[in-house]
């Protein structure tokens, strides 16, 4: 089993409707982060947990909003997607002192 | 203020040539700088990292990586490279030490060519 699981791994969906993406991770870690992956733009960080009560908005947070439901569990919501959101969406885990570790994403399509 | 610029969006290697890959970084404290690989349809793997001390690092699959501050450079070298090479490579930095707020490059698509 993967450490790192994202759910779906694939969406199409439409302009206006309510998304959520979730990440689940057996590896422990206090550390949590959702990026999103734009052709040429490389990964660009949306929000960031360092632990259950600890939230933090990162550089493109505009349009969503997380939930960090326990240690293993951090899923992201768009609450009305829009086109521009059509991304390639990755969470990552980190402890202190470890690199961060990735799920293998969700491809997420808003028509 | 970070951040990581990497030179060539995409690079083109006959199987067995070196493979270099060019990174930048700019960092106001001495930076943790790292190179991560992307597979398609998977998600980032870390290739190698480096911290503090040595400024010649080794990772996986034979890759290695040199910092020079001087350079504000950490670029990614393979000797002789392999079909199995042909992935995108993201050079990334944290600037404050340590593993989080990581800046990513944009990316640089690596094809081998037999």
């Known amino acids: 089993d993967a450490d790192v699981t994202q759910t779906p791994r694939n969406r199409i969906t439409k302009t206006g409707k309510r998304i959520m993406l979730e990440c689940s991770q057996t590896?422990?870690?206090?550390?949590m982060y959702w990026y999103r992956q734009d052709p040429g733009l490389g990964l660009r960080l949306i929000y960031y947990?360092?632990?259950?009560?600890?939230?933090n908005k990162g550089e493109i947070s505009d349009g969503y909003s997380v939930s960090r439901q326990a240690q293993a569990k951090f899923s992201l919501s768009l609450e009305s997607a829009i086109p521009n959101q059509t991304a390639l969406y990755f969470c990552?885990?980190?402890?202190?002192?470890?690199?961060?570790?990735f799920g293998d994403g969700t491809r997420l399509s808003i028509l | 203020a970070q951040s990581v610029t990497q030179l060539g969006s995409h690079v083109s290697v006959s199987e067995g040539a070196l493979v270099l890959l060019r990174c930048n970084y700019s960092?106001?404290?001495?930076?943790?700088l790292f190179w991560y690989v992307q597979y398609p349809n998977q998600g980032l793997q870390l290739l190698l990292k480096?911290?503090?001390?040595?400024?010649l690092v080794k990772g996986i699959n034979g890759f290695e990586a040199e910092f020079k501050k001087s350079e504000t450079s950490f670029h990614l070298t393979k000797p002789s490279a392999h079909m199995s090479d042909a992935a995108e490579y993201f050079c990334?930095?944290?600037?404050?030490?340590?593993?989080?707020?990581?800046?990513f490059g944009t990316g640089t698509k690596l094809q081998v060519i037999p």
């Open positions: 990552a885990t980190s402890s202190g002192g470890q690199p961060q570790h």
């Open positions: 590896k422990g870690h206090d550390r």
């Open positions: 947990s360092f632990d259950v009560k600890d939230i």
């Open positions: 960092s106001s404290v001495p930076p943790y």
């Open positions: 480096y911290t503090t001390g040595a400024t």
């Open positions: 990334a930095v944290n600037g404050a030490g340590g593993y989080q707020k990581v800046t």
